[in-house]
């Protein structure tokens, strides 16, 4: 049996790609594809771009970014990580109200590591720190390649459990059920649609899930008022009206890739817009419905996803 040839991963230092920080590894981070595997390798839905070189105060945060639902920060380095940028880090934070802190860095130093799982544990359960180091591969002379290593993350686990306790010590049963109803949802997406990956459950009638735009969520949501689900594509802020108007030009075309009719919604008295599938007459209330429930809401949010996702993309 012939012997393969079999090449040698060797490690590279960072600035044999990046030469600055702000001119070269910033810009590279802040692209789509860059951002997306990040998110990947934090087990994020998706992180968007909002911003980079951002002003907050007098000083300026690498990049702001939006999971679909929250302000995301993210602060790099080419470099070992130091005290002035874990200041930062919490700075621009506070400054932009974001719940999610992404440092990364060439090495990320012991010291700090242990400085972020501490913030981790004893700050707000839906404020996260992140701490992540970015290497360069290659085999031979083939082409660089990054790779991101999550070094501290929160314990979602044990957050996880604090959540559910907290909430049943301490709401009604109707949040209670909420919580229950939307944690059983994620579990059967991951199984059945893996790419969808919606905001950690709430006790609320909502949850919100990112099509890869700051601006725009395709969320679910569960009205026990008037007993409906729905999938909606929710618009909000000041630019919703054009947004809005801008996808109202492709309706037939949404429509027949769907196979289903929406309910457009302007909401004119709001600085929102809403383009939604209801299923009607269905309460969560019913546990023994609640594979049915699933199975709507699985279909169509895959569904309108797919179909939606590059035309929100490419609208102005």
């Given at each position: ?117 501490f913030l981790n544990e004893n700050t707000l359960e839906d404020l996260s720190f992140f701490g992540v180091e970015v ?60 790419h969808i990956r919606p905001q950690k459950p709430r006790p609320q009638h909502w949850l919100n899930n990112s099509i ?105």
């Amino acid at each position: 049996m012939s012997k393969k040839n079999l090449g040698k991963m060797s490690q590279v230092p960072l600035r044999e790609a990046w030469e600055h920080e702000a001119g070269d590894f910033t810009p590279w981070l802040a692209e789509a594809d860059n951002l997306n595997a990040l998110a990947e390798s934090l087990g994020l839905s998706e992180l968007v771009k909002v911003a980079t070189e951002h002003s907050v105060g007098d000083f300026k945060l690498d990049i702001l970014c939006t999971d679909g639902d929250e302000q995301v920060i993210i602060e790099n380095q080419l470099e070992e990580t130091d005290h002035k940028h874990l200041g930062q880090i919490i700075a621009y934070a506070a400054g932009v109200g974001a719940k999610k802190v992404i440092w990364v860095s060439e090495s990320i130093r012991p010291e700090h590591a242990a400085a972020l799982r501490f913030l981790n544990e004893n700050t707000l359960e839906d404020l996260s720190f992140f701490g992540v180091e970015v290497e360069l591969w290659k085999i031979g002379d083939s082409p660089l390649a990054p790779k991101f290593e999550v070094i501290v993350e929160p314990d979602e686990w044990a957050r996880s459990g604090r959540e559910q306790a907290r909430v049943m010590t301490s709401s009604s049963p109707t949040k209670q059920l909420q919580l229950k109803f939307w944690t059983a949802l994620v579990e059967r997406l991951a199984k059945e649609a893996p790419h969808i990956r919606p905001q950690k459950p709430r006790p609320q009638h909502w949850l919100n899930n990112s099509i890869g735009r700051a601006g725009f969520g395709l969320n679910i949501s569960a009205n026990t008022r008037d007993e409906r689900l729905g999938v909606e594509l929710w618009i909000p802020g000041e630019e919703a009206k054009k947004h809005f108007a801008e996808l109202l030009k492709h309706k037939t075309e949404i429509e027949e890739k769907l196979g289903y009719e929406l309910d457009w919604q302007e909401l004119p008295s709001a600085k929102a817009c809403r383009i939604a599938s209801y299923y009607p007459n269905a309460s969560i209330e019913d546990l023994n419905r609640w594979d049915e429930y699933f199975s709507w809401i699985v279909q169509r949010i895959i569904k309108m996803d797919t179909v939606l996702r590059p035309i929100v993309k490419s609208i102005p």
